[in-house]
């Protein structure tokens, strides 16, 4: 089967660092995404991971390990306005534009 | 250019009753995929269509379908709903040529159809 898990809520300072985790079981895979959802709001793309190592983009960074089906996303230097659900999706072998999402990661920042 | 757009973006329906659902993806783009988004089960893929065929499908019923013009504007399609059809319905642009390799979904705002 395909399934992703990530934590359901992680809970932020502004300023600090958070990193929120996915884990995927799948028999074939092109590759991780990751999308922010605000409230009320569309999904936007964040970043792609096709080969293992760190992407980074601005104050957000992502990261990939085939061996261990393992990604994560990395916030720095977090904002009042980072406070969204965030999915990470994977792209099957044969999927085309068919994404498996996990359920999302709802990140709170505080002041 | 413009966005993806979806119509209406909110909908009330009541048991058994049917509706359609329309989504305009980004010009150019010829590939749109239908999501649906609850707060227990997060997004779960529908179909996606391309050049106006089916693509791919998920693990829906048959009362959920789909098709897509020459256009590429898509509609789905929900018949004899049920209370559980209450959902975000997210429909997401991309150019569909990329194939299987990383290309990126633009999502519309969604339609919020509540079953009652």
């Known amino acids: 089967g395909q399934s992703l898990e990530q934590p359901s809520e992680v809970t932020a300072v502004e300023g600090a660092i958070v990193q929120i985790n996915c884990t995927y079981q799948t028999s074939g895979f092109y590759g991780l995404s990751w999308y922010q959802q605000h409230d009320g709001g569309a999904p936007t793309f964040l970043s792609y991971n096709a080969l293992d190592g760190l992407e980074e983009t601005g104050r957000f960074s992502s990261f990939l390990s085939r061996s261990d089906s393992y990604g994560y996303l990395l916030l720095q230097e977090l904002q009042m306005k980072d406070s969204a659900s965030y999915f990470c999706?994977?792209?099957?072998?044969?999927?085309?534009?068919?994404?498996?999402f996990g359920a999302g990661t709802r990140l709170a920042v505080h002041p | 250019k413009a966005g993806v757009t979806q119509t209406p973006r909110y909908l009330i329906k009541t048991r058994g009753q049917q509706v359609t659902l329309s989504c305009s993806p980004i010009?150019?783009?010829?590939?749109v995929s239908w999501y649906q988004q609850t707060p227990g089960q997060g997004l779960q893929f529908l179909f996606e269509?391309?050049?106006?065929?089916?693509?791919n499908k998920g693990n829906f019923p048959g009362r959920f379908s789909g098709r897509q013009f020459s256009n590429s504007r898509s509609e789905m399609n929900v018949s004899t709903l049920e209370l559980g059809d209450s959902a975000l319905y997210l429909c997401a642009s991309s150019s569909g040529l990329a194939g299987g390799t990383q290309e990126t979904q633009y999502f519309g705002p969604g339609t919020r159809l509540l079953v009652l």
């Open positions: 269509y391309f050049s106006e065929t089916q693509r």
């Open positions: 010009s150019g783009h010829r590939s």
């Open positions: 999706a994977v792209r099957f072998s044969g999927g085309y534009n068919k994404l498996i």
